[in-house]
């Protein structure tokens, strides 16, 4: 069974950091993209961004040069640093396997909330 | 960037009634395109992929079909446990686009 776990959402303030991490289980991790997706409260779905198996990396225009991914194939486990938080990042951060072939698969969520 | 117009954007259906929710892409898709869903406080549960796959562990009343720009998502018997939020998304290029979402409630 393949399970993605996230971690390291919590409270922020405005102009902080954090990094949220997944760790994947019963996945070929390092063959797929990986990609992190987030949920404003009440709000639809918005792609934040994704890495290939090999590195390359893919953002958003709202949150380039503020956030980045990253993944550690010999660890299973994707990574977003987010820096320079604002209260519009305000959400549920998921880890997803949402592109490439074969079966799709979500974390749980984890919640980052940016405010004072 | 691929623009995805999901319709209605809410239904109300009974159980036992089939249904279909439509998903049109601004542009084509090559088939890489997927069906999720979603109830309140939960994270999405995937559905559908490439169009027409059906998800691993998936009952067979969902079905996905289209080609191109436009596709469907149909529940073939919709019961209790099927009323939630779907989406579908894109996957052909950067950046990952969904739809708005259908909420399909009880009627």
């Known amino acids: 069974e393949v399970q993605l776990l996230e971690s390291g959402g919590g409270l922020v303030q405005p102009g902080g950091s954090l990094r949220l991490s997944c760790t994947a289980t019963?996945?070929?991790?390092?063959?797929?993209?990986m990609s992190w997706v987030r949920q404003a409260p009440g709000k639809g779905l918005e792609w934040v961004s994704a890495?290939?198996?090999?590195?390359?990396?893919y953002y958003a225009d709202s949150v380039k040069d503020r956030f980045t991914i990253s993944r550690d194939n010999s660890k299973n486990t994707l990574y977003l640093q987010m820096n320079s938080l604002r209260a519009e990042d305000t959400a549920v951060y998921y880890c997803?396997?949402?592109?490439?072939?074969?079966?799709?698969?979500w974390g749980q969520g984890t919640l980052v909330t940016v405010s004072s | 960037d691929i623009q995805m117009t999901q319709s209605p954007s809410s239904l109300s259906a009974s159980v036992g009634d089939r249904v279909t929710i439509t998903c049109r892409a601004s542009?084509?898709?090559?088939?890489?395109l997927a069906w999720f869903q979603q109830k309140p406080g939960k994270a999405p549960k995937s559905l559908i992929y490439?169009?027409?796959s059906l998800q691993s562990g998936v009952p067979s009343k969902f079905s996905g079909s289209g080609s191109g720009t436009d596709f469907t998502l149909t529940i073939s018997s919709l019961q209790p446990e099927d009323f939630a939020t779907y989406y579908c998304q894109q996957y052909n290029s950067y950046p990952l686009t969904f739809g708005g979402g259908t909420k399909v409630e009880i009627k």
């Open positions: 542009q084509g898709t090559n088939n890489y």
């Open positions: 490439a169009a027409s």
């Open positions: 019963g996945l070929s991790f390092g063959r797929y993209a």
């Open positions: 890495i290939s198996g090999a590195g390359t990396t």
């Open positions: 997803a396997k949402i592109s490439g072939p074969y079966d799709h698969y």
